[in-house]
């Protein structure tokens, strides 16, 4: 059995960065915002309204996903308008949808002498 090494070593500062970037992912209500924005942009009152939650709440995720530069803002007139502009940010989020399908199982080759897999891991709540 050969072991595979990545290529090239990964710094301490990338592994706290990237986990601090899954963290901002991991809340529910922060992916939801993160997954509209992902392919348009929108005001704080239209992302509530979109994603099932209020203003304050959705307002406070927005605060948070910016701070950690996932979400850039842009002034239009009197609103704010939200948008994810990093493309590796997109791509994460595309693919982590490509793998879960809609039922919350794991998406992939389907075996009928299996049922469909569940995530070996009990969402958090948020």
Request: proline share 8%; aromatic share 4%; charged share 20%.
């Amino acid at each position: 059995m050969t072991s595979s090494v990545p290529s090239q070593a990964v710094t301490e500062a990338q592994l706290n960065a990237a986990a601090a970037t899954f963290d901002m992912l991991s809340a529910p209500s922060r992916l939801h915002l993160v997954w509209l924005l992902a392919s348009c942009e929108y005001d704080v009152s239209t992302l509530a309204e979109l994603s099932g939650s209020n203003v304050p709440a959705a307002s406070q995720h927005l605060a948070k996903l910016r701070a950690a530069g996932i979400v850039t803002a842009r002034r239009d007139g009197r609103r704010q308008l939200y948008r994810v502009e990093d493309p590796h940010i997109l791509e994460v989020v595309e693919q982590m949808f490509s793998h879960i399908a809609p039922d919350g199982t794991l998406a992939g080759q389907s075996d009928v002498r299996r049922p469909p897999r569940q995530p070996r891991f009990e969402p958090s709540p948020v």
